[in-house]
Structures are given as structure tokens and as C-alpha cells.
């Protein structure tokens, strides 16, 4: 669900430390608000009992003294802030009053809310006024002479007393918010910076023929065990992998002598037989038989280029010459499929290079543009200079790669989505292209192009 609060860029840190910020202030104003009405309630039952006591008081006063005595008691008997003094008849006239300028602003009953019957019966009320800050609290207490004396007082220093408790709530929040921060820096520390070293180690086993593993001395422990599981299954994978390829080498190797033996012993057939029927068979037989040799020098190819060793034959080539010869051959298959293929002129670029295999790589690219493009698309093959080498691109208007197959397409035996279920083939052309590219020192690569798509290019640095 927090996913969808921000964009998949913000960095997992900050996304944590918003998160535990957020919650720090949720806790914090629902303390506040709880702490509040809780003090409140509780203030607001203080005041209403300090008012009752000083009714009583004042009216005990008011016993002794009469109205004289009370107004000499109250003079210097104020607090700090002051309280409202009115003394009336039962029928609400006053007779002594004594209110400070802040109190007068607030409307006060000229009669108790409730009648008043004996003495030292009691009103207490609360008064506002919507441009006064404070509250008023006050009350009415019945004298032994049918009068009423009112007091009153407002809710300053409650007020006050409130906003104290708010400052250190506050203050004890923020405290516990840098605490909350120390889970981020350990997240931090000991989680995501070996997820970091784990992401870094990944992207270097993509490079092939890579031992990389995931590494990260210093992660939790639950981190170090799933790197040990990691590295242990990739470390199976590996040597399954090495040992078929091993195999598929060594059986490719072995086939070659065989199938050399039996083609001649076909074409002898072929040439020597009387029999139509068995010269028809014989070429059938001829034509299977190129096209396994086909697949076993390829798998030799592509052998010889993981390991380093092909051997090529390197002859003075004219790059433009040697493409422009190569799509005049693929255009007629192109008109029959519907496709506009074109070569894009560049400049007339001369290489060291080997020839036949350089086509042959190039071939395949057009191949699979060929295969994947739709009828009504267009392919484009074009090359520009790269310091004293070229860069060859062939560009489709076909579905594209699946960003996730960008990488896993060079692989043996490995072919994209779009090819499955439209073509035959056992996913060794791509592999050959890049195996030719690393044997002339350079590489080849592949992505979907804006506007959909896809564009192969080959590299191949001045030899």
C-alpha cells in the first residue's frame, strides 16, 4: 500500500524515514489531543471546586463582617490574577461590584440560573464570549440576608498550565523522534547498503564467463544466509552449465568427422545411382546433412568465441561494399514478406576484419528482422564510424524485446517471447552474433527503439 504514496525513484531511506516521521507526529498530536481533553476535564472540575471554596469563604466573610468586612478581606485576599466580586439583592440589583476591566467584557447573569432558596445554596456556571481568549468561571452562593455574592474568575492560569504540559509533550516527542531515527541509520548500515553490494555483485555476473558472488561481510545474519544459499545454487547452476556446454562442445566436435563421412557417401550416391528415386533421396539426405554441419560448426563458433580462440581470417574489407552486397541478397526475401529493407549510406569505411564471419553475423540479424517483422514494416541497416572501428545496426519495426530479455537473448539456446511460437530454431543465432563481436574484439547488443521495434548493432573496433 505505501508503495503507491510515492514514486518508484524516491530511495527506500528516505521512504523509511518519512514513514517513522509520520508516525512519530500521528503519536504525538494523538497524546496531545488525549493529554488535552484529559486536562481539561480535569481543570474545568478544579475550578469549579476553587470557586465553590470561595464562595463559602466569601460568604463566611460576609457573615462577619457584612458587605463592609468583605470588601476589606477581598482587597487583600487577591491572587496573582484577579477575581470578579458582585454582590446583589435577590432581585438582581447590585449593591457592591468589583470586577477587573478583562472580566467586565463577559455577560454576567443578573439572576442564578437555578432559584436560590436557603443559604448557602450555590449556582455555578461557565461563561464565553467569542472575542475573549479565556473562559469565565463562575458562581453564586445565597447569604444569610437573602443577597447573592457572585465570584468569578477566569481560566488564565489553566490556560497557561495546559500549554506547559503541550510544550514538554512536544519536547519529549522530538526526542523520541531522533531516537526513532537510530532503526533507519541500522537499516541503513546493515540492511540496504549489503542489498546495494548485493545489486552490484548481480550486475557483475551478467558479464559472461563471470564468478562473481553475492558478497556482503557485514550484512544481518538473515541477509548473509539467503547470499550463502544464493552462491551455493549458483554455484550448481554453474557447473551443471560448464558441463553441459562441455558436453554439447565435445559432441559437436565429435559429430563433424561423422557427418563429413556421410555427406561424402551421400553425394557419391547421388552422383553414381541410376535410381531417380534414390538420387531424390540422396540430395533430401544432402540437404539434412548441410544443415547439421551447419549447426555443429556454429556451436564450434560460438564455442571458440566464449573461450577466446576462434581463429579468424582477417582480410582488408570494404565495410559499405561487403553490407551493400549482403542486403541485395536479402531484399528478395524481404519482397516476399512484404518488407521495405533498405541500407542507409554512410561513410566508406575500410576494416581489418573476417569477412565471412562478419556476414554471417550480420546475416543472422537480418534473419530474426526478417522472421519478426511484420508485413508492411521496414528494416534498415546502417553503420557510422567508432574511433577506427564501425558500429553496424539493424534497425525493425517488429514487436521489440521484453525489457526483461534484453540481456538472456544472447544466451545458447535462449529465445525471446515474440519468437517462440511464430518460428523454428534453437536460439543460437544471437549467440553467434556476439560470440564473432568478441572475437574481433568489440560486442554486440540490442534495444527497443522509440516508437516500437527493436535495433541490433555490432560492434567491431579497428583491428
Known amino acids: 500500500m505505501f508503495l503507491k504514496l510515492w514514486p518508484d525513484k524516491v530511495p527506500s531511506p528516505w521512504r523509511l524515514g518519512f514513514l517513522m516521521l509520520l508516525v512519530v507526529i500521528v503519536i504525538i498530536l494523538m497524546i496531545l489531543i488525549f493529554v488535552r481533553i484529559a486536562v481539561i476535564q480535569e481543570v474545568r472540575t478544579v475550578n469549579r471546586s476553587r470557586i465553590a471554596d ?31 466580586l458582585r454582590v446583589t439583592t435577590g432581585a438582581g440589583q447590585v449593591l457592591h461590584e468589583d470586577i477587573p476591566g478583562a472580566m467586565k467584557a463577559y455577560p454576567w447573569p443578573q439572576q442564578p440560573r437555578r432559584t436560590l432558596l436557603g443559604k448557602g445554596d450555590m449556582d455555578l456556571m461557565e461563561l464565553t464570549v467569542e472575542e475573549m481568549p479565556y473562559r469565565l468561571q463562575t458562581g453564586a452562593i445565597r447569604l444569610w440576608d437573602g443577597n447573592i455574592l457572585w465570584l468569578g474568575r477566569t481560566d488564565a492560569q489553566s490556560r497557561r498550565y495546559l500549554s506547559n504540559i503541550e510544550q514538554h509533550i512536544w519536547f519529549a516527542g522530538l526526542t523520541a523522534a531522533l531516537i526513532a531515527f537510530l532503526p533507519v541509520m541500522w537499516f541503513l548500515n546493515d540492511v540496504l547498503r549489503p542489498i546495494l553490494s548485493f545489486t552490484l555483485s ?43 556446454q562441455s558436453t554439447n562442445d565435445f559432441l559437436a566436435h565429435e559429430l563433424r568427422t561423422p557427418l563429413a563421412r556421410i555427406r561424402g557417401n551421400l553425394e557419391h550416391l547421388h552422383d553414381e545411382t541410376d535410381n531417380d528415386t534414390a538420387r531424390e533421396s540422396a540430395a533430401r539426405g544432402l540437404e539434412e546433412i548441410d544443415r547439421a554441419t551447419q549447426l555443429v560448426q556454429t556451436l564450434l563458433t560460438i564455442r571458440a568465441g566464449d573461450h577466446a580462440a576462434l581463429r579468424l581470417h582477417r582480410q582488408v574489407t570494404s565495410l559499405d561494399q561487403m553490407l551493400t552486397n549482403l542486403v541485395e541478397l536479402f531484399i528478395p526475401a524481404a519482397e516476399d514478406r512484404k518488407l521495405s529493407l533498405k541500407l542507409v549510406p554512410g561513410l566508406s569505411l575500410t576494416l ?95 534495444q527497443n527503439r522509440e516508437g516500437g521495434g527493436a535495433v541490433f548493432w555490432i560492434h567491431i573496433p579497428g583491428a
Open 54 to 84: 470561595d464562595l463559602l469563604q466569601h460568604a463566611a466573610w460576609y457573615d462577619e463582617g457584612g458587605l463592609g468586612g468583605l470588601k476589606k478581606v477581598f482587597q487583600i485576599s487577591q491572587p496573582l490574577d484577579r477575581n470578579g
Open 202 to 244: 548481480a550486475e557483475r555476473m551478467r558479464v559472461p564467463g563471470s564468478r562473481m558472488r553475492l558478497r556482503a561481510p557485514k550484512a544481518i545474519p538473515e541477509l548473509k544466509a539467503l547470499a550463502s544459499v544464493v552462491n551455493a545454487g549458483l554455484d550448481q547452476i554453474q557447473t551443471l552449465t560448464r558441463e553441459l
Open 352 to 446: 581489418n576484419m573476417d569477412r565471412e564471419l562478419l556476414t554471417q553475423a550480420v546475416s543472422n540479424l537480418l534473419d530474426n528482422a526478417l522472421a519478426y517483422t511484420r508485413a508492411g514494416g521496414r528494416i534498415t541497416v546502417r553503420w557510422q564510424g567508432e574511433g577506427t572501428g564501425a558500429i553496424i545496426y539493424v534497425e525493425d519495426t517488429g514487436p521489440g524485446i521484453l525489457p526483461e530479455e534484453i540481456d538472456i537473448i544472447w544466451d545458447r539456446y535462449t529465445r525471446g517471447s515474440a519468437a517462440r511460437p511464430k518460428t523454428s530454431g534453437m536460439g543460437l543465432g544471437l549467440s553467434l552474433v556476439r560470440s564473432i563481436a568478441m572475437a574481433h574484439g568489440g560486442n554486440a547488443g540490442g
